[in-house]
């Protein structure tokens, strides 16, 4: 009986994450060293475009994602509050604007491999929500 109860509160407990904490979860967890700056040499400019536009489509998609599941809502009440978890929340949003001024970095170094590996980095998030 008591396997009931524990498998029954488990799964309330599942269904009321917001839909933002597997993204939240997943960027806060993410490992991510940038690189050392060099320069492109086979790279031309379209290309780096191409990454940087990616990465910066990806950068806002998780970020309205994320605003819209957990901080649309958010009374400032709740800010102070420690049990919403919106510390994490923020954390999250944070890497996401590093991530997005790296990038911005990148492409006026034309490096081809830092915009690489913040692609790498987000794919795996960004096609979780897809």
């Keep these: 009986m008591l396997k009931k109860y524990i498998l029954l509160f488990t ?3 599942a269904g009321c994450a917001n839909p933002g904490d597997e993204t939240v979860e997943a ?21 780096l475009k191409s990454l940087h536009t990616a990465n910066k489509k ?12 957990r901080v649309d809502n958010l009374r400032s009440v709740d800010v102070f509050d420690n049990r919403h978890g919106i510390d994490n929340v923020f954390q999250a949003l ?16 034309q490096n081809k491999e830092g915009l690489v590996q913040i692609n790498k ?3 795996p998030i960004t096609e979780k929500n897809v």
Aim: zero cysteines.
């Design 121 to 123: 980095a987000l794919k």
């Design 58 to 69: 990806a950068i806002s998609s998780l970020t309205k994602e994320i605003k819209s599941a």
């Design 27 to 47: 960027l806060n967890t993410l490992e991510f060293q940038p690189g050392v700056m060099s320069t492109a040499t086979n790279s031309n400019s379209e290309e």
């Design 11 to 13: 799964f309330v407990i």
């Design 94 to 109: 944070t890497k996401l604007e590093q991530f997005d001024e790296l990038n911005n970095i990148y492409l006026k170094d």
